[in-house]
């Protein structure tokens, strides 16, 4: 997969050379390609905003520096070998919200480029042009969830991250993917390690017994009780048919009734 960048911030990205990430590219599974947007500014100050249209606070990322660098970016990548039409990614609190679903989505594409705002986002021609264009297979504005950031540099990161952990090859231990998709829907049971007592504080005997059946049914009632607690609308969302009998019981002794379930409660105490 290639990933392009572009930013006023390039060092905003190095962190993507460490870790899982930074091995991914060393290894060749993920090409990733920081440009800064200044380098396609032409004035002496080589601005990059404005004041908003219709007046207001704050300002707006003007579109000409980002025509000219989606153009130069889509270019480069064709002169290195890229074939296909990348898909153009723009962080946004406006955006669809990235779901794990949709990071299976965007790690099936040969190729990503995003490109990060910053002020109070990208003059929204620079979108519309995009989509139009016929350099990209689509455009999508994508939020990493309900509240503001300064800037789409660290969705980058998150979404990146999330993205290139699902490429073939990158994780030693594909067993970790087929957990998550078991549990899918459902936030994670809690995990612990040695030692089996710390600071007085036991491992859950359980997971201490080597019944294979009996740790799987507990991990699982423990992720069912959290999600019932905490995030009651992931449990509504559930597709019919997702919980058994089991489920449905370990819930019940959690304090939800099957009906309390389909409703999901919004309105639930944290
Ligand atoms: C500028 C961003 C996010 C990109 C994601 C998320 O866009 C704005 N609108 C009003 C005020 C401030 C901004 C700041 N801003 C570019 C930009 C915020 C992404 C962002 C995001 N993805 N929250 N904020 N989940």
């Known amino acids: ?30 090409d990733v390609h920081v440009s800064d947007l200044r380098e396609h500014t032409t004035d002496r100050h080589r601005t990059v905003d404005d004041t908003p249209a219709g007046g207001g606070a704050g300002m707006v990322m003007r579109p000409e520096p980002w025509g000219a660098s989606l153009d130069a970016v889509v270019a480069s990548g064709r002169d290195a070998g890229a074939e296909g039409l990348p898909r153009l990614l723009v962080p946004s609190p406006a955006g669809l919200p ?16 995003f490109a990060c705002g910053r002020y109070e986002g990208i003059d929204e ?29 660290v969705a980058v990161l998150a979404i990146v991250e999330a993205v290139v952990r699902l490429l073939p090859g990158v994780l030693g231990n594909p067993a970790s ?6 549990s899918a829907g459902l936030l994670e049971h809690p995990a612990y390690t040695r030692p089996a007592t710390w600071r007085g504080r036991q491992v859950p005997a359980t997971l201490m017994s080597g019944d294979h059946a009996r740790i799987a049914r507990w991990r699982r009632d423990r992720a069912l009780e959290r999600t019932a607690q905490r995030r ?13 009998d089991a489920d449905l019981a370990a819930l019940s002794v959690a304090g939800w009734s099957p009906d309390r379930v389909r409703e999901g409660a919004g309105e639930q105490d944290l």
């Open 1 to 30: 997969m290639r990933v392009d960048v572009v930013t006023i911030f390039p060092d905003y990205l190095a962190p993507l050379d460490l870790s899982i990430v930074g091995r991914a590219r060393r290894s060749g599974a993920v």
């Open 98 to 113: 990235l779901t794990q679903a949709m990071a299976g989505e965007l790690a099936a594409e040969d190729w990503l480029v």
């Open 125 to 153: 021609r620079v979108l519309d042009e995009a989509g139009e264009s016929g350099l990209f297979s689509a455009v999508t504005p994508v939020s990493l969830g309900d509240y503001v950031l300064c800037g789409g540099e």
């Open 177 to 182: 993917i087929v957990e998550e998709s078991h």
């Open 232 to 244: 009651p609308d992931l449990l509504a969302a559930l597709p019919p048919g997702a919980l058994d």
